[in-house]
């Protein structure tokens, strides 16, 4: 596994040097695409559910999915995400006012680097907790037990799903969401704390069109047991200019 990320990273590090010396038209793509694949990966576009291909441009509403021994990378421009095997990602449609970019992360792990921008414009949601980035390199695991954010650079601001607790995670420090209490944030590492959303257990939780973890299709057969509403609430980051 380790042998697969590095050579994920040597290519993936060739080809972002062959983009950011493309022209300017060439360089900020605005569609995601499909850039490596390993073992079972499968694109749900639509319902119709065919094999990942390499070089295949991804739409909102897309979802990719990775099997036992599947293995995915997706890119846009610099940006990148590297999918584990048993994971599923949903491409979110743009909210209208705002253009945020979002993805719904229902299982697996996935490590994503993000460009870094003068305004937060990339969210990713999971069943359990809401994660808002600048411009940075993190991973975020999602299982039956929840789900937790580590940052490996710059920062990210990861909330519950009614936005009542927040908390900056950075280098060093892991926050958490477990299934069984979705109101309390965890962070571990440097200054620990544990944060409790103020709000009752059902306020915020409305259904959003596009993220729906019992409305997407499993197409590797794995059957998941989280059955809740996958809303995130995405604030802007506090800190100034990284």
């Known amino acids: 596994m380790r ?14 040097a062959s983009i950011l010396l493309a022209s300017p038209a060439q360089a900020s793509p605005k569609v995601w695409e499909v850039s490596e694949r390993s073992g079972e990966v499968s694109i749900d576009a639509g319902g119709v559910v065919a094999p990942a291909e390499r070089g295949l441009v991804l739409n909102p509403g897309d979802v990719v999915e990775t099997g036992e021994v599947g293995r995915a990378v997706i890119v846009r421009g610099a940006e990148y995400v590297i999918l584990g095997p048993k994971s599923r990602i949903k491409i979110s449609v743009p909210n209208a006012a705002d253009q945020k970019t979002q993805i719904f992360q229902a299982f697996g792990s996935a490590e994503y680097k993000i ?9 990713v949601n999971t069943p359990y907790l809401a994660a ?19 940052v490996t650079e710059g920062k990210v601001e990861v909330s519950t799903l009614d936005g009542g607790a927040s908390d900056l995670i950075v280098p060093g420090r892991i926050a958490r969401v477990d299934a069984g209490d979705r109101q309390l944030l965890v962070v571990l590492g440097a200054d620990a704390k544990t944060i409790r959303s103020p709000y009752p257990a059902e306020a915020g939780l409305e259904t959003p069109s596009d993220a729906s973890s019992e409305g997407m299709s499993n197409t590797t057969g794995r059957s998941s047991s989280s059955k809740v509403n996958p809303v995130g609430v995405f604030k802007p980051l506090t800190t100034g200019k990284q």
């Open 132 to 150: 808002v980035v600048k411009g940075t390199t993190f991973n975020v695991t999602v299982s039956d037990t929840g789900a937790r954010v580590q």
């Open 115 to 123: 460009e870094k921008k003068e305004t937060v414009n990339f969210g």
């Open 3 to 16: 042998i697969f990320l590095n050579l994920l990273r040597t290519s993936l590090a060739g080809a972002l």
